[in-house]
């Protein structure tokens, strides 16, 4: 790898959350000096959150792992990568001799979807494990989304994007972006996007059992109860179909199917009868709904909130059935469909038609729920590793994932594990999760690593897209991660602790080209497979890098080797270190449709047969009941960034929120210490009196708990707060994505100590 000066200022997309905002960091001294929003990004335009400057945090983080760690005698020691890949091939390999490849169960993380080598090589080792056993943090959080699109536009990744610059009545549910920066929609400066909409005479709804700094800054706040987003958003369909103010618009007419039987499927979801059951009154539902069908530019946006609860998908499929009967689906102001730079399942193959969408290819050993995505719910995991029988896994992967923290009853899921025979983690702290590996492979810094957000500019709010080089040459012996996930697979192939990395980097790139050039609509400019090839080799990159070049070249925009003389190629995109900009969404049904019909599918089979069991809840409330909803933080994302000391500090935020005439009932107070009851455990944690919070609502943050011994994370363990998912009930989940229902979790709530 090339030198370096010491003192520059280099460009970089922040990788810590969605909002892919542009970074001016300064070195010097070989050090970073200063990190500042990039003013001159394309996108970002300067906007940063505190999140971004920290990377210099981050990447000296003196608990960040720089070598492998075998356990031995309990205790994690660092050794040589030679070392750690030999103990991956003795444990792995053995678990596989012995009891075959469905012995083997993996689990990815969130930053895998924030990371390039991940993005692109993952499918590579995991289809040389050879098992099913897939786990994601998809299915605690955004998977309904995923699964309700499929169903409507034919694949997962047709993601209706809110195109909020020009919009200008926003209905959102279940979302609170002055604190995540958004979700499945990618959009620095969010909040600054609200208030411009604001100021042009538009206006913000938000639908949440609490105030948050969302709702703080919005026109009308509706205090719903937790997990009735789908009977509220089947009440505005419903007012909408019984007022006569459907209009899907001349453009969709056409592209739309099953819009004749959704007034029917949707008659008993009247206003008047979910009001009790949502707990806002049937006027105020009539009304948003009117107000939402007479707004020239608008669009529902339903997120975390709404997918973390057992009807995520049926809630996921009616935010984009209001959008369309109201015409707002692919409609400049409304919701509309990403192009993203470097392709996707919407811009390859035959456009405006394909084979559809379905989940159940397979099903879980023990409890058979369906697969989705390629994956079993994570709910389902700590079963699978602790029921005896054939397939039950023995040995675990995790990538960048910390399970433990973030998926249901942690308390089964840590117990489970002490079971495993061997598991194996690539990630950069000793947490909660890894404490439990065998051997830890330690991905570079962020900053010693290319980045392109393969899979948020597919989510983004313009058409945009930003590469950023190394900042940090790598350590002589530290591989990229790419060479990691590659090694992992040549294990798993059985090739040995000296598989050839870059052998096997050829052949996935051969067969990405081969699959390619079979695609008709692919720009390649008659080259050969073989000419291809010769061109990208001749740029000098490898791994990822040489694979984000094919795809960029291929992608919508891409110079396809030669056929089109003004598009960009991974050298074209290292000019503009700023980003370039392709514009504002535009209109892309019908040829962005992957359905069998060539149509919007608005009344999908598996979610009108959902209507039945939602209809039932209407009357399975119970009003006295005290349910727990999860709730973000700006310097926070999960459990990612507890270890770092500028965004640990301060007033504690690791508390249980709750009204005030519920701490009286239970007898607590502000500042005290209560204990928090599910059905699977209890934990202690401060009590935070607040009156923006519904009544018989509490509320404690995700990803913390940081208490628990074996840990490496100094800064986190001074901080460590409580494990929510100590709470949630891994029994309860979205029947139709397999979603762990991680918000409306019914507790009790007690002073400790009575």
């Known amino acids: 790898m090339p030198t370096t000066p010491s003192d520059r200022t280099v460009f970089r997309t922040c990788p810590l959350c969605e909002a892919t905002c542009g970074l001016e960091i300064t070195i010097k001294d070989g050090a970073v000096a200063r990190i500042r929003g990039d003013r001159d990004d394309v996108f970002s335009k300067g906007f940063i959150c505190p999140k971004g400057s920290t990377l210099k945090q981050l990447h000296e983080d003196p608990d960040r792992l720089r070598k492998p760690l075998i356990k031995r005698n309990g205790t994690h020691v660092e050794v040589s990568w030679e070392e750690a890949w030999q103990e991956v091939e003795r444990g792995l390999m053995g678990v596989i001799n012995t009891h075959g490849r469905g012995a083997v169960g993996v689990y990815l993380g969130n930053p895998n979807a924030h990371n390039l080598a991940p993005l692109i090589y993952n499918r590579v080792w995991l289809q040389a494990l050879g098992t099913k056993q897939r786990f994601s943090a998809s299915s605690v959080d955004q998977i309904p989304k995923q699964v309700s699109s499929g169903y409507m536009f034919g694949t997962p990744a047709t993601i209706a994007i809110p195109d ?16 995540s920066n958004g979700s499945l929609c990618t959009a620095p400066d969010f909040p600054g996007r609200l208030e ?65 039987v959704l007034p029917a499927a949707l008659k008993q979801f009247t206003a008047s009868a979910v009001a009790q059951a949502v707990g806002i009154d049937a006027e105020t539902i009539k009304r948003i709904a009117r107000e939402f069908a007479a707004a020239d530019k608008a669009l529902v ?37 990403t192009m993203p730079a470097a392709g996707g399942p919407t811009t390859r193959g035959q456009k405006g038609t394909g084979k559809g969408f379905s989940i159940g290819r397979g099903h879980s050993r023990v409890r058979k729920f369906p697969e989705a995505l390629g994956e079993y719910p994570v709910s389902v995991m700590a079963e699978e590793i602790a029921t005896p029988g054939e397939g039950q896994i023995k040995a675990l992967i995790t990538a960048g994932g910390n399970p433990v923290l973030s998926t249901p009853n942690t308390l089964a899921l840590e117990e489970s594990m002490k079971s495993l025979e061997f598991m194996v983690s690539v990630d950069i702290y000793l947490n909660e999760t890894t404490r439990y590996a065998d051997v830890i492979l330690p991905s570079p810094s962020q900053l010693e690593r290319s980045h392109f957000d393969l899979v948020f500019t597919g989510f983004s709010v313009r058409n945009v897209a930003n590469y ?15 060479e990691i996930f590659l090694k992992l697979a040549g294990i798993a192939q059985g090739m040995g602790a000296n598989a050839d990395v870059s052998m096997i980097d050829d052949f996935t790139l051969d067969a990405f080209i081969g699959s390619i050039m079979k695609d008709s609509s692919s720009p390649t400019n008659g080259l050969t497979a073989e000419q291809i090839r010769e061109q990208l080799d001749a740029t000098g990159a490898r791994g990822a890098d040489r694979m984000l070049d094919l795809m960029l070249r291929t992608g919508p925009y891409g110079d396809g080797f030669g056929a089109n003389t003004s598009g960009i190629s991974l050298a074209h995109m290292k000019q503009h270190p700023h980003g370039i900009d392709f514009g504002p969404l535009e209109p892309r049904i019908p ?7 060539g149509k919007v599918e608005l009344a999908p089979q598996p979610l009108l047969a959902d209507l039945p069991r939602l209809a039932q809840s209407m009357t399975e409330f119970n009003d006295e009941q005290l349910v727990l909803v999860g709730r973000r933080h700006l310097r926070s994302n999960n459990s990612w960034m507890h270890n770092i000391e500028v965004l640990i500090k301060g007033k504690e935020r690791c508390t249980l929120q709750m009204h005030p005439r519920d701490a009286q009932r239970v007898g607590v107070q502000d500042g005290s210490v209560a204990r928090i009851s599910s059905r699977v455990g209890a934990i202690d944690a401060i009590v935070e009196l607040t009156p923006d919070i519904r009544e018989r609502v509490v509320s404690l943050p995700h990803g913390w708990g940081h208490d628990m011994s074996g840990t490496r994370m100094s800064v986190a363990a001074k901080r460590a707060g409580v494990n929510s998912n100590v709470l949630t009930d891994e029994n309860e989940m979205d029947p139709l994505s397999g979603n762990s229902v991680m918000n409306g979790i019914p507790v009790t709530v007690a002073p400790v100590g009575v």
């Open 591 to 597: 040829e962005v449709l992957r359905t069998p019909s």
């Open 468 to 482: 950023s080089e190394p900042v940090f040459e790598r350590g002589a012996d530290q591989p990229d991660e790419w």
């Open 301 to 337: 946006y339903g997120r975390i909130g709404t997918c973390t609860v057992s009807f995520g998908t049926t809630a996921s499929w009616l935010v984009d059935v209001v959008n369309t009967v109201t015409g707002n689906l692919d409609r400049e102001g409304g919701v509309m469909f």
């Open 164 to 179: 909020l610059d020009r919009t200008q009545y926003i209905l959102m549910l279940g979302a609170n972006p002055y604190d």
């Open 196 to 260: 411009a909409m604001r100021e042009r005479g538009g206006k913000l709804v938000v639908v949440d059992p609490r105030k948050s700094k969302t709702a703080e800054h919005c026109d009308e706040w509706l205090a719903i109860r937790p997990g009735a987003d789908a009977l509220f958003l089947a009440a505005i369909a419903n007012t909408i179909f019984e007022e006569g103010l459907s209009n899907v618009g001349d453009h969709m007419r056409p592209n739309v199917a099953g819009l004749d």
